[in-house]
């Protein structure tokens, strides 16, 4: 399995990532329709028939055909649970890359996006995530579970097919620890939720893209990338393993419309997008959970890369007017049809 280092000083880990002896070519469609034998066999298998979506997974000798979504464990995971014990101390720490690492492949059509894919589909596949997530935090050793997708081979994905990774981890990722420490901060001392305050100060605003009944989506004030955004709930919600069919639908609404839009409104765009929610853990500190949207139209300089500070080609204001302008046709588009 892979090893995971801190490093001396700062919160920041780094895998190395386990020498697989064969990758499968993403050119020969390892996750389209009767190419299962070259993944992992599926753990669910979404199945429609007669107007029912069925749960089934394969058995070792028979794959399960005509499935809308797949699951099953990466045949080439980052992290593992072949655990050896290799832990060494500060100022060379490090621990065994341990954890679950699942795909979710979105679509059996591999000519799909995020942001083609029909918004019941959308839907699908977030109950799914959030089916997976729920049984992930019941195993041993997971302490949080990662969410996050990429498009494009810029976005780290050289595998076209629209696909989600589920990867947990034996600690809480910085990036979650920092916003929960500061969101935990603001609530001792100001009462309020600070992603709350946000999305109320943001909505009608300059920097909003869409909303729906439960949703906003906007660019964030001091976005890292040129035309990011962040999809919230609009009332405080820490969790989104307990969200409702209502509200998954709601959400399939406007991440298919907003990326939809995005789509439309750069060409050929590569984007990631992470799901930032609470760890569920006890006693863990909580966060309003949203998903980030991470085009990625350039690459770095040194600036960003050796100081953390951010050059934009585009102001948040611009950009959520073009991307507003192109997910709200998006939208009308999609419920037009519906
Ligand atoms: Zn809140």
Avoid at 11 to 39: C, L, N, Q, S, Y
Wanted: aromatic fraction near 10%; include cysteine; hydrophobic fraction near 35%.
């Amino acid at each position: 399995m892979g090893e995971m280092r801190k490093d001396y000083v700062a919160e920041r880990f780094m895998i190395i990532e386990k020498k697989v002896d064969k990758v499968v070519d993403p050119k020969k469609f390892p996750f389209a329709p009767g190419h299962e034998a070259m993944t992992n066999p599926s753990v669910l298998s979404l199945v429609a028939r007669e107007g029912m979506l069925q749960r089934l997974q394969d058995d070792e000798d028979e794959y399960v055909k005509n499935w809308s979504i797949r699951v099953f464990e990466s045949k080439n995971p980052i992290v593992s649970i072949d655990s050896e014990n290799s832990y060494s101390d500060k100022p060379f720490y490090s621990e065994p890359a341990y954890g679950y690492h699942y795909i979710v492949v979105a679509s059996p059509n591999q000519k799909d996006t995020f942001a083609t894919i029909d918004i019941e589909q959308w839907s699908n596949v977030l109950v799914v995530v959030q089916d997976r997530l729920r049984w992930l935090y019941t195993q041993k050793g997971v302490t949080y579970v990662s969410i996050y997708g990429d498009h494009g081979e810029l976005a780290g994905n050289k595998n076209p097919h629209p696909h989600l990774h589920l990867l947990t981890l034996s600690t809480i990722p910085p990036v979650i620890e920092e916003k929960s420490e500061a969101s935990h901060k603001i609530l001792n001392e100001k009462g309020v939720c600070y992603m709350c305050q946000t999305v109320n100060e943001e909505i009608g605003g300059p920097r909003q893209v869409l909303q729906t009944e439960g949703f906003i989506a906007f660019c964030p004030w001091a976005p890292s990338y040129p035309y990011e955004f962040c999809i919230s709930p609009k009332k405080h919600t820490t969790h989104f393993s307990k969200i409702s069919q209502k509200e998954i639908n709601d959400l399939a609404l406007i991440l298919r419309s907003t990326l939809g839009g995005l789509s439309k409104t750069i060409k050929n765009v590569a984007f990631n997008f992470v799901f930032h929610l609470s760890p569920e853990k006890k006693n863990s500190r909580q966060i309003h959970w949203h998903i980030e949207i991470y085009p990625i139209t350039k690459p770095w300089s040194g600036l960003e890369r050796g100081y953390g500070i951010f050059l934009n080609d585009i102001s948040p204001e611009e950009a959520a007017e073009k991307l507003g302008a192109a997910s709200r046709k998006e939208l009308a588009n999609l419920v037009g049809i519906i």
